[in-house]
């Protein structure tokens, strides 16, 4: 019922920035809590960061917070990350999800998923 679609991933320095944009079909968007996943080359998913429907919560893994932002905007039907002082740990597949709950930081806890986009920060 949902299509998600990642975008603005790319390959930046260390130390660089970049916003990740996740948008959906329709007008679908406020009915869901969003998350970013992502996974790095043999390696299994981890959870980045969450929002909840009306941006009263968010959620951070320790390994980015601080240094990225999860934002969303329902009228745009759009979730971002904006991610700055990246570092090489932080290369990987990046994935926008939809679902009930922001606070449970498990990917099966997700409904819906999108394709991902590529994130290489250089060292």
């Known amino acids: 019922q949902v299509q998600l679609v990642e975008s603005g991933g790319g390959l930046v320095q260390a130390g660089g920035s970049l916003r990740l944009s996740c948008a959906t079909s329709?007008?679908?968007?406020?009915?869901?809590?969003m998350g970013w996943f992502r996974r790095a080359p043999g390696k299994e998913r981890e959870f980045v960061s969450s929002?909840?429907?009306?941006?009263?919560?968010?959620y951070y893994a320790d390994s980015v917070k601080g240094r990225f932002t999860i934002t969303r905007d329902n009228a745009k039907n759009t979730v971002y990350l904006q991610m700055n002082s990246l570092k090489a740990e932080d290369t990987a597949v990046y994935y926008c999800?939809?679902?009930?709950?922001?606070?449970?930081?498990?990917?099966?806890?997700?409904?819906?998923w999108g394709q991902g986009t590529q994130v290489t920060v250089s060292s």
């Open positions: 999800a939809a679902g009930n709950y922001a606070g449970t930081r498990q990917g099966r806890d997700y409904d819906y």
């Open positions: 329709g007008r679908t968007v406020s009915n869901y809590a």
């Open positions: 929002i909840s429907r009306n941006s009263f919560a968010r």
